[in-house]
Every structure is written in structure tokens, then in C-alpha cells.
């Protein structure tokens, strides 16, 4: 055996800290935890935390048809001012038709 003033003060260190986790005979939680846990993939966390942003699956849901709802009204007020405009100049918006059908008939 190592005679006890050649060894580093890490290793005395090191085996300080072995005796007092052998006299206490437990371990921190988060060791126990971990060990209970081993096969888990998955890290031990000793707290979760919920914010602002948390949101029920109702809230999701009126914001995800308000938001196809805004969408929707969107589209429609598009619709409406390409109907006006072509009520205005419809001459114009048959030359427009007529030039587009002409190139997508010469790519065809």
C-alpha cells in the first residue's frame, strides 16, 4: 500500500468524499433518481417548469380556425377586387386571358 504522504491531495480528496457517502449510506436524490431510471433513454430532471405559452388543445384549436377563417377572408377580398377590376376593363382582362392561354398553349 501507497504510503499515505505520497498520495495527491485529488486522490485524499477523492477518498474523503467516498467515506462520508459510505457513513451517510444514501445518496443525492439525483444519483437515486438516475440509478431507479437507468434503462430510460431519456434524462432525469428533479423539476419541470410550465409557462405562459402553455395552451390547451381548445385554445389551439379556435386559433387554428381563426387563423383558416382569416385565410379564407383573405382569398375572398382578393376575389372581390379581381372581379372589380375586370368589371372595370374587361377588355383588358380578356386580352390578359388571352395572352396567358397563348403561352401556356406554347409550352404545352
Known sequence: MA???NISPAVR???NEQGDRDRRGT???LDKALEDTFPASDPVAMSSTT???DHTGNERS???SS???DVKGS???YVADIESRIREKPLA???IVAALAWLYGRTR
Open 3 to 5: 504510503n499515505q504522504n
Open 13 to 15: 480528496s477523492l477518498q
Open 27 to 29: 445518496e443525492g436524490d
Open 51 to 53: 409557462g405562459p405559452n
Open 62 to 64: 379556435r386559433r387554428r
Open 67 to 69: 387563423a383558416s377563417s
Open 75 to 77: 382569398i375572398d377580398g
Open 93 to 95: 382582362a380578356a386580352a
